[in-house]
């Protein structure tokens, strides 16, 4: 399984987005500061993912929450509780 998932920084409140085949390790990475993009908004809470069979799907997904403010914005309203 690939996963895309979301991070929530509790010393910014900021969102970060990626995509792994191994959500708890990733996770860990970010917490332990070997991710550099959130090392510095440590500690990060897992707040959302989705699971997909194929990488391509998973990336592809990934690139589109980063770059299409229209599935950010679906997500965002589809998930409000779970982003707070």
Known sequence: MFYVYIL???????IYFGSTNDLHRRLSDHNTGKVLSTKTRRPLELRYY???F???EARHREASLK???RALA???RRITDSLQ
Not at 8 to 14: P, R, T
């Open 8 to 14: 929530k920084s509790l010393k910014d409140d900021n």
């Open 50 to 52: 989705e699971a997909y």
């Open 54 to 56: 194929k990488e391509s």
């Open 67 to 69: 770059k299409d403010g």
């Open 74 to 76: 679906q997500l965002k």
